[in-house]
């Protein structure tokens, strides 16, 4: 499968590594040689293992989220490109972006740029209601809640420093206002999360739209 979906793959393997490095013992050497590895940034390294801990773990959560929203995206691109007429028929473009595309095909793009720009913008649930109703791919039945608790924590650990707000409260395992952390167990059960969907979306993709071009 070199496609998108072994693109995901492949970056989502990146991460095993960089999660493997939150341990305990990996910590404490960094401590231990830190004047020597950062002599110029030593004073910002975390004061504790959980502070590191937590870091690692919510910097690979937030990379592996944004690798599958990337893969989303560019799954989305691919089916609208090669079934343009899928596209909303009320989808705008100016005189000025006809002109600056040149070609049908770059024009086409450009109409898709601009759907799939306002998409993104949305939550999770209305990202998976607009792949099922718009691109005809459907999602396993059991993990349309999962994806959107991660789009909330993805949201929480970028704009509200790690503290849950009123959409991820709504999950039982959070409290309004207060910090939570992410395991590395958390962020390998995403990965596997996201490997499974995503091999289910490009099947469906593969077999209804790109098929045959």
């Not at 720009?117 to 939550?123: A, I, V």
């Not at 924590?153 to 939570?180: K, T």
Request: with cysteine; proline share 3%; net charge negative.
């Amino acid at each position: 499968m070199d496609n998108l979906v072994t693109r995901l793959i492949d970056q989502l393997d990146t991460l095993i590594p960089f999660i493997g490095i939150s341990r305990q013992d990996v910590f404490t050497l960094i401590q231990e040689k830190e004047t020597l590895w950062f002599p110029d940034s030593a004073k910002n390294l975390p004061d504790t293992y959980a502070v590191y801990r937590k870091q690692i773990n919510h910097s690979s959560f937030v990379l592996g989220y944004s690798y599958f929203e990337a893969f989303l995206s560019d799954l989305a691109e691919s089916i609208y490109v090669a079934r343009p007429k899928m596209l909303p028929k009320n989808k705008k473009i100016t005189f000025d972006e006809i002109v600056k595309a040149g070609t049908y095909e770059e024009a086409i793009k450009t109409i898709v740029g601009k759907e799939l720009h306002d998409l993104f913008y949305k939550n999770m649930r209305d990202i998976i209601t607009y792949f099922t109703d718009k691109l005809q791919l459907d999602w396993s039945f059991d993990v349309v809640e999962k994806f959107a608790e991660a789009s909330c924590l993805r949201n929480c650990i970028i704009h509200n420093l790690g503290c849950a707000d009123a959409r991820l409260a709504m999950f039982p395992e959070y409290v309004l206002g207060e910090p939570f952390e992410l395991t590395s167990s958390n962020v390998h059960s995403f990965g596997i999360l996201a490997r499974r969907e995503a091999r289910n979306l490009w099947e469906q993709a593969t077999t209804k739209h790109l098929g045959d071009v």
